[in-house]
């Protein structure tokens, strides 16, 4: 299966990778304020221009990047990228993790998680009322930052039809995904980019993460929730910028 990639500008390649539910165009407002670089927005499986087939979602993302590229990866979009950066590291130069962490289920020697009942009634959701449930994972990405109704119509906007089979597998992965023993093994250059107001993701989860990585920093961004990249386009392209140009 081929993804959907819109590519843009000139220089070094990024690969940008939203959450669920969303596609490339989350990006919009950050990769117009990039310069330098050879900017690849993907569609995941399911969603936004890529249609939903079986299979491996990090595989599928490597093989249509076979050349050395940074990753830049939101909540999902994140666990993707770290897990790409893992399985194939002499490809990827230099990872980015917006509003990531490492296990987004809470789960035996991990509480900071959301609790496996929330995620199963999105999963519940999905089936019989999908608008209203995606409408509610907005409402929670925008709670806790400076303009939680300004967000949440931004994300509104961004989110597009997406395909049942993109969520049900997103859903998955956000269940069963847990790399806390991985992120150890990750020694390229990370940076850690997270809302001080996350009510999804809570910011020790990335602070954790950031303690585990061999050669990782963090930035928190005060009054800001799940989706810096929307929120605070400004400041976390100046701290993209700085980051990969080091």
């Known amino acids: 299966m081929k993804l959907h990639v819109e590519s843009e500008g000139d220089g070094r390649d990024v690969v940008l990778i939203h959450?669920?539910?969303m596609n490339g165009s989350c990006w919009d407002s950050l990769s117009e304020r990039l310069s330098g670089y050879r900017i690849h927005l993907v569609d995941l499986p399911g969603h936004g221009a890529s249609g939903y087939?079986?299979?491996?979602?990090?595989?599928?993302?490597?093989?249509?990047?076979?050349f050395e590229v940074s990753l830049c990866g939101w909540s999902l979009g994140g666990q993707l990228a770290m897990n790409w950066a893992f399985r194939y590291p002499e490809r990827v130069k230099k990872l980015v993790?917006?509003?990531?962490t490492p296990c987004f289920v809470a789960r035996e020697g991990w509480h900071l998680g959301v609790s496996?009942?929330?995620l199963e009634s999105f999963?519940?959701?999905?089936?019989?009322?999908?608008?209203?449930?995606?409408?509610?994972?907005?409402?929670?990405?925008?709670?806790?930052?400076?303009?939680e109704k300004g967000l949440y119509r931004k994300l509104?906007?961004?989110?597009?039809e997406t395909e049942m089979e993109g969520l049900r597998k997103g859903l998955r992965l956000l269940e069963n995904n847990d790399f806390r023993k991985e992120s150890s093994l990750i020694d390229m250059p990370v940076l850690l980019i997270h809302g001080r107001g996350d009510r999804l993701i809570p910011p020790e989860a990335a602070q954790?993460?950031?303690?585990?990585?061999?050669?990782a920093e963090i930035a928190f961004m005060p009054g800001c929730a799940h989706a810096p990249l929307v929120s605070h386009a400004d400041a976390c392209a100046s701290l993209l910028t700085e980051f990969l140009d080091g």
Do not use: H
């Open 208 to 215: 954790w993460l950031c303690g585990e990585m061999r050669n």
């Open 116 to 118: 496996a009942e929330l």
């Open 19 to 21: 959450g669920w539910g």
């Open 156 to 160: 509104q906007k961004i989110a597009k």
């Open 97 to 100: 993790l917006l509003s990531t």
């Open 123 to 147: 999963s519940r959701g999905i089936e019989k009322d999908r608008e209203e449930t995606l409408r509610r994972f907005l409402f929670l990405q925008a709670q806790g930052g400076e303009d």
């Open 53 to 66: 087939c079986e299979g491996d979602w990090v595989e599928m993302l490597a093989e249509a990047f076979p």
